[in-house]
């Protein structure tokens, strides 16, 4: 299945499924929601909220799509085991992500300073420009390569993190490509709904709806993906 093909099959999964996406998703909406600062919760109350009801957005659906698990609140031994490989493989491919995000930011934060730049404003521009496109590519190589090792933390399987990169051969274009397909009409909708909603309560609680979604049905995508990576491995 190519990439196109994988999305349409996991909007009909949500569509089929509601009941189940709704659970897996009422507590990260909620907490995206209320994060906003017009209903003003701490920031350390709302990080920590988007923390836990991360985890068990991304966990549970994983597990949804993969070995049908639908009993989401039943927390045993078993699925606790699996919340622990996936926080564990999940803050290793974080540090993977952040290595690239952290260099254009340092390198912004150089240029933009007057005192610190060695560069004229021109030059400090383009080498910016350069440093956001190569590290760019760089994170999305990394979504590629390695965000497989995800839902196979989350469904209790054993993770050998690097070893991710050589067997994700000739699935990584398939979900960089899922990767942009989503986001980019996110990115659309969201400034239609900040530019054309003036109605600040609805403003906030469409863009919730929107994360979420955009967050699920990504999730949902990569946990089908990764079906079709376990059966080919199987298989072969």
């Known amino acids: 299945m190519n990439s196109i093909q994988i999305i349409k099959s996991q909007l009909k999964h949500v569509i089929n499924n509601p009941k189940d996406y709704g659970l897996i998703s009422a507590p990260y909406f909620l907490v995206a929601a209320f994060s906003d600062p017009f209903f003003g919760l701490p920031i350390w109350l709302t990080i920590i909220l988007y923390i836990f009801t991360t985890w068990f957005l991304v966990v549970s659906t994983h597990r949804l799509v993969i070995i049908n698990d639908r009993d989401f609140f039943n927390f045993n031994k078993e699925k606790i085991s699996s919340y622990l490989k996936y926080i564990y493989s999940g803050f290793i491919f974080s540090i993977f992500i952040f290595i690239p995000i952290f260099f254009i930011v340092v390198f912004d934060g150089i240029i933009s300073n007057p005192y610190v730049s060695p560069f004229s404003s021109e030059i400090g521009v383009t080498l910016f420009v350069l440093t956001f496109f190569v590290g760019s590519i760089l994170a999305l190589y990394i979504i590629g390569a390695y965000s497989l090792n995800l839902p196979k933390a989350a469904i209790g399987e054993s993770v050998k993190f690097l070893k991710m990169r050589k067997e994700s051969k000739g699935f990584r274009i398939n979900i960089i490509l899922q990767f942009i397909i989503i986001i980019f009409p ?46 080919k491995n199987k298989e072969e």
């Open 186 to 231: 996110l990115w659309i909708l969201e400034y239609v709904n900040i530019e054309f909603n003036s109605n600040l309560f609805f403003q906030i609680f469409i863009s919730a709806l929107l994360i979420t979604l955009n967050y699920g049905l990504t999730i949902s995508c990569i946990s089908k993906t990764y079906v079709i990576f376990s059966k």
